[in-house]
C-alpha cells in the first residue's frame, strides 16, 4: 500500500509545477471516476446558463488534495485525476448537458483562476470561507468534514494540545491559500510557520523529519495517515465551518441554480455516498497496488 501511495506522492510532485499564482500545470487529461447518471435536468438553452466555453463546464482543482482530488493510476499504468470532487464535477456536468473540462494547478491559483472569471467552478475541498465571498459565490455545503493537526508518531507525545505547538522551536506547515495557514496562524502564531503549494509537499517534509507539524483537513490527513503509518493525527482543530462547497463564478446566479440542484441531486439519489467510498478505497491503494506490484 505503501509503495502505491509513494508512486502516487511521487507522480503527483512529478506532474505538479512549483507555481506561483494562477499557473497552471502541465497534467494527463481530466478523466473523472464514472458517475451515476444523474437526474436530468432542463437544457442548458432552457435554464439560462452561461459558461466561459459554450457547451462546456471549466472546473480548476487542485489534485493534491486525497480523496477529494488527486493523481491515481489507471490500469494502463497512467496517473489520470481521482477523488470524489472530480466524480461530482463529472456528476454536475451531467445534470447541466456540459461537456466537462478541469483544470488542475496549485490551489492558490484555483482561487485566481475563478476570482479573475478564467473558470466556471473550483472544487479543491473549499470551506465557505467569508474571506473567500469576493473571489466566488459558495454552492451548498456537498459534504461535511473537520480540521487537523498532524504529525509524525514518534514525536506526538510533544503536543498534548495546540498550545504545545505555539513554539519557535517548531516548524509548523500549511497550504498556501488555505483554511489551514489561517488556523495555522490563529494557533501556533510563534512558531516558524511554513507554507507550501501543495499537501504533498508538506506530507514529504513530515516524513523525512523537516517539519515539526502541519495543519491538514481531517479527510485528507486520515487518507494519507492510512498510507503512511509514521503519520499521526495528533489533535483535532476547532473550527466553525460545517463543511466543503463548490466555487462558482461571482454573480453567475443560474450557474450557481444549476450547480446546488445537481448537488442536492447527488446526495439524495445516494451518488456523493459512492463517491467518497470509492475515492477513499481508491486513495488508500487498495484498486491498483496489485497492479503496481504485479
Do not use: W
Amino acid at each position: 500500500m505503501k509503495k502505491f501511495f509513494a508512486t502516487v506522492l511521487a507522480l503527483t510532485m512529478a506532474l505538479s509545477l512549483a507555481a506561483c499564482g494562477a499557473k497552471k500545470e502541465e497534467a494527463p487529461a481530466a478523466s473523472a471516476p464514472a458517475a451515476s447518471a444523474p437526474a436530468a435536468s432542463a437544457p442548458v438553452e432552457e435554464t439560462g446558463i452561461s459558461t466561459i466555453t459554450p457547451g462546456k463546464l471549466t472546473v480548476a482543482t487542485s489534485p493534491d488534495f486525497a480523496p477529494y482530488e488527486f493523481y491515481a493510476i489507471d490500469e494502463n499504468g497512467d496517473p489520470q485525476l481521482a477523488g470524489f470532487d472530480m466524480a461530482l464535477a463529472q456528476y454536475i456536468a451531467d445534470y447541466l448537458g456540459l461537456e466537462l473540462e478541469v483544470v488542475p494547478m496549485d490551489f492558490d491559483g484555483t482561487i485566481l483562476e475563478l476570482q479573475n472569471k478564467k473558470v466556471d467552478l473550483s472544487m479543491a475541498g473549499y470551506s465557505p470561507d467569508p474571506d473567500r465571498a469576493d473571489a466566488m459565490d459558495f454552492s451548498d455545503i456537498y459534504i461535511s468534514g473537520g480540521q487537523s493537526f498532524v504529525c509524525v508518531d514518534t514525536t506526538a507525545e510533544k503536543f498534548p494540545d495546540l498550545a504545545a505547538a505555539n513554539n519557535p522551536d517548531f516548524t509548523i506547515g500549511a497550504q498556501i491559500g488555505s483554511i489551514q495557514a489561517g488556523l495555522a496562524k490563529e494557533n501556533t502564531p510563534d512558531a516558524d510557520i511554513i507554507e507550501m503549494a501543495k499537501v504533498t509537499d508538506i506530507i514529504a517534509e513530515l516524513i523525512t523529519g523537516k517539519m515539526d507539524g502541519a495543519f491538514i483537513e481531517t479527510m485528507v490527513a486520515e487518507s494519507y495517515e492510512k498510507n503512511y503509518p509514521e503519520l499521526c493525527i495528533a489533535l483535532e482543530v476547532p473550527y466553525e465551518a460545517e463543511g466543503s462547497v463548490v466555487g462558482v463564478s461571482k454573480g453567475n446566479e443560474a450557474l450557481l441554480k444549476g450547480v446546488n440542484e445537481a448537488i442536492a441531486a447527488a446526495l439524495a439519489d445516494g451518488s456523493m455516498a459512492n463517491f467518497v467510498a470509492e475515492a477513499n478505497e481508491l486513495a488508500s491503494g487498495e484498486i491498483h497496488l496489485g497492479l503496481l506490484e504485479g
